[in-house]
Structure formats: C-alpha cells, structure tokens
C-alpha cells in the first residue's frame, strides 16, 4: 500500500517465524495492517497491528470476525520493534487462562474484573510510547 506507515513484511515475518507453529488453547489470529485505512481489519483479530505516524503501532486485542463479530479494544501505541514483545504477553496470557476452543477474546471478557486481566493490561500499556 502506498499509504503504509510500516513495513508490514518485516513484521509479519517476525511474528510468523515466532508464533506460527505455536500451541495455544484454541486458534490465534495475528493481523498486521500498515496504515488507518485498515485494509485488513486489525480490530477484527486476537491482536492487531495497524501502523501510525513514526514508525508506532496502535495495538487491539479481543477481536473476532464471523457469526458473532467482535471489535477488538485499543489498548496502546507502541514502537514498531515491540510487536513481538506485545504478541507475546498476549500468547503468554492466553496460555495461562484460556481453555480449549475458547477464544481469547471471550477469555478476556470473562476475565476483565480479574486482577491478573489488570496486571496484563497494564503490562501492555507498560510498552507504550508517550
């Protein structure tokens, strides 16, 4: 896209390399889009990416497409170089918390009163550019 604030292959290939083969309680979608067009609908998936100005990333989680569509929440801006680092605390979470063929969207529904649901919001917006 000519309108990308972000090299999107770069970034997709890190997070391939690093979660493709990974084992988690139920399937997880990774999606990285390069501009606010949002061309790949980044708040349509488990954790997206969508590029901003200055080589940042606003971060969503919780999102679902299908029969019953859920719109992730934004939860920060980060540095492009720690979209690895956010997919990570998001896996190591779900692994933690989910159960089989749960999505991690519905776990963090269940879980948003919790105090570990805070401790890991809050470890997200730990990554967050000012």
């Not at 805070?118 to 000012?130: E, N, P, Q, R, T």
Request: glycine share 10%; with cysteine.
């Amino acid at each position: 896209c000519k309108f990308g604030l972000i090299d999107t292959q770069a970034i997709g290939k890190e997070l391939h390399e690093k979660f493709y083969e990974m084992r988690l309680p139920h399937k997880f979608k990774i999606n990285v889009t390069g501009c606010p067009n949002n061309c790949a609908k980044a708040q349509l998936n488990d954790i997206g990416f969508m590029g901003a100005p200055k080589g940042t990333l606003r971060v969503f989680i919780g999102g679902r497409f299908g029969r019953q569509a859920i719109m992730g929440e934004e939860i920060c801006k980060i540095d492009s170089s720690k979209a690895c680092e956010a997919a990570t605390i998001c896996t190591d979470f779900f692994k933690a918390h989910g159960k089989a063929k749960q999505r991690f969207g519905n776990m963090l529904e269940e879980m948003k009163d919790t105090k570990e649901y805070a401790d890991f919001i809050a470890s997200l917006k730990a990554l967050a550019v000012v």
